[in-house]
Structure formats: structure tokens, C-alpha cells
């Protein structure tokens, strides 16, 4: 073990899953709208356009069920990357978060924005909602 922590074949040994979760909130069933957006903010935001093609988004546009916010109830996203053998040799071989993050998404996970957009996809929370809650702070 050194001054950065715990000894990494230690961390590499004992740690099966590291999870991340986030609440989101869910769009308002009662006031529900589709809404739509220039194909240029998602290029500005770094989504593919073709990720929503043949899907509506929506928003709430407020109702006194929501108390005028567009918003009923939330719902929890989740990042988890299992301890593969490779990622166990990358810790012990102190590689950085980013490599660590490459090689996990490689072997299928789904970061936090992955899910996010995800939902909003599907209809259950709004674009406005997917990037207050995965943006870096």
C-alpha cells in the first residue's frame, strides 16, 4: 500500500460490482405532450440525432395534478460495471478511470447518460431531465 490508498490487488480482489445510480424524475401521465427539437442541439449536445429516430419525446406542460411543474414521481437509472478479469488487471496495473471506463464499455455497460437517454426514448422522462441529472459537476 502506498499514500494513493488502498493496495489495488485488494480493491481487484474484493469488489465483484461498482455501481453509480441517479434519481430522474418522471414525466406527468396526466399533462404528457410530445415535443421536438432542432437536430442541431443534439449535435451540440453530443447525442446522435438518429438515436430518437421513430420515437416521440415529451414533456409535462404542468397540471394542477403536478402542481404545475410536468413532473409525477421518479425513477432510479443505474451504471454498473462488473469486475471482469481485465478490468481486474487494469486496476492492478493502476490504469486510469478512463481506460477502466473504455474497456467497461466495451463489455457492455451502459453509463449513466446511456440510460438516461434511454428513458427519455422510451417516453418516461423529458431531454431537459437527462441532462440536469447525467451532466458533470
Known sequence: MDDMGIAPFLIS??????AAQRLMRRICAVCKEPVSYPPKMFQDLGINPNFFEGNTLYRGRGCERCKNTGYSGRFAIIEAMTMSDEIRKLIIQRASAMELGKIALAQGMKTLRMAALEKAREGVTTLEQVLV????H
Open 133 to 136: 441529472t447525467t451532466s458533470s
Open 13 to 18: 480482489s474484493s469488489v465483484i460490482l461498482s
